[in-house]
């Protein structure tokens, strides 16, 4: 199975300052078709997940553009670049590359 | 709108088995699979297996092989997920979401199981 680490565990930001995520698989998510198969997703508190990010960097429907996604084979970063009071959660990062798809186990994001 | 809506809440005892719906409106029902997601209390987010709901194949994950059952009804855009031989250790949120080209795009609201003596 895909092993999939991220960090920190936990982050505190002041609103309006920029924010970063790391996500990194044991094995590479590039697909021969060019694609990788990364997915960031936020879980507000008391919601379910929801997409932000698809193939490592596309942004999902309706996602604002201060978050951006970067990144190819094992090693991939999600930015915030002015982080809002909307943003608390916890980010996933998922492989979808093979299954059985495998999450981290979270970044908590809190608002300093 | 595409729209994933689970069944309600369900507490059971240990050894019962629990059978969670999960209804798609909004899209063609037979046009992407679905993602089962569990979260016990607390914790992260483990994935339980797919279906495609156009051919009833599925693929689970090792951890749940033998103990779980995914199907689905396509005369009523529902798609089913039973877990059986609970412990407490199955106390979870259960989440149904599709899956379109681009990650799993849409999430049911989901449904809490709690198993309990």
């Known amino acids: 199975d895909f092993v999939v680490t991220q960090s920190p565990l936990s982050l505190s930001v002041t609103p309006g300052e920029p924010a970063s995520m790391s996500c990194r698989s044991s094995?590479?998510?590039?697909?021969?078709?060019?694609?990788?198969?990364l997915d960031w997703y936020l879980q507000k508190p008391g919601q379910s997940p929801q997409l932000l990010i698809y193939?490592?960097?596309s942004r999902a429907s309706g996602v604002p553009d201060r978050f951006s996604g970067r990144g190819s084979g094992t090693d991939f970063t999600l930015k915030i670049s002015r982080v809002e009071a909307e943003d608390v959660g916890v980010y996933y990062c998922?492989?979808?590359?093979?299954?059985?798809?495998?999450f981290g186990q979270g970044t908590k994001l809190e608002i300093k | 709108q595409a729209q994933l809506v689970q069944s309600g809440a369900e507490v059971k005892k240990p050894g019962a088995s629990m059978k969670v719906s999960c209804k798609a409106s909004?899209?063609?029902?037979?046009?992407?699979?679905l993602h089962w997601v569990r979260q016990a209390p607390g914790q992260g987010l483990q994935w339980m297996g797919w279906i495609n709901p156009k051919t009833g194949d599925t693929n689970l994950a090792q951890d749940y092989q033998g103990r779980v059952t995914m199907t689905r009804d396509t005369s009523i855009n529902t798609a089913f997920m039973e877990l059986s031989s609970l412990t407490s250790d199955d106390t979870a949120v259960y989440y149904c979401?599709?899956?379109?080209?681009?990650?799993?795009?849409?999430w049911g609201q989901g449904t809490l199981v709690t198993v309990s003596s």
């Open positions: 094995q590479s998510l590039l697909q021969s078709n060019g694609y990788n198969y």
């Open positions: 979401a599709r899956e379109t080209s681009r990650g799993l795009g849409g």
């Open positions: 998922m492989q979808a590359l093979q299954t059985p798809y495998t």
């Open positions: 193939w490592g960097s």
């Open positions: 909004g899209y063609s029902f037979t046009g992407f699979y």
